[in-house]
C-alpha cells in the first residue's frame, strides 16, 4: 500500500536550517506530484510547496526565497530544505502525494523553531 514517511523534522533556533524528508513507497514515485504542506495548533493545514512529476516547482509566498523542494526519483524521496526558520514555521509539516484522483498523506513531522 502507499507509504510516506516523513523525516528530519526538530528544534532549531531562528535563523537555522534543517531538510526534511519524505521516503515513498508502494506507487509509481516519479508519475506523482508531490507537495509539503503544514499545520500549526489552531489553523488549517496549508500548503508550503509542491513538486510537479516533471520537476516544476511552486512556493506559499510566506516560504519563497527560503525554502526549496526538491524530489530524486530514483530514491523515491521528495526533500524540503529550510533556511532562515522563523519562529511562525513551528508546525507539523506533511508530505501529500497526489496521482490523478488519489491523495495520499503522510504521518507527520514536528518543526519547533524557537526565537
Known amino acids: 500500500q502507499v507509504q510516506l514517511v516523513e523525516s528530519g523534522g526538530g528544534l532549531v533556533q531562528a535563523g537555522g536550517s534543517l531538510r526534511l524528508s519524505c521516503a515513498a513507497s508502494g506507487f509509481i514515485f516519479s508519475a506523482s506530484n508531490m507537495a509539503w504542506y503544514r499545520q500549526a495548533p489552531g489553523n488549517r493545514r496549508e500548503l508550503v510547496a509542491f513538486i510537479t512529476r516533471g520537476g516544476t516547482t511552486n512556493y506559499a509566498d510566506s516560504v519563497k526565497g527560503r525554502f526549496t523542494i526538491s524530489r530524486d526519483n530514483a530514491k523515491n524521496t521528495v526533500y524540503l530544505q529550510m533556511n532562515s526558520l522563523k519562529p511562525e514555521d513551528t508546525a507539523v509539516y506533511y508530505c501529500?502525494?497526489?496521482?490523478?484522483?488519489?491523495?495520499?498523506w503522510g504521518q507527520g513531522t514536528q518543526v519547533t523553531v524557537s526565537s
Open positions: 501529500r502525494r497526489d496521482y490523478g484522483p488519489y491523495v495520499d
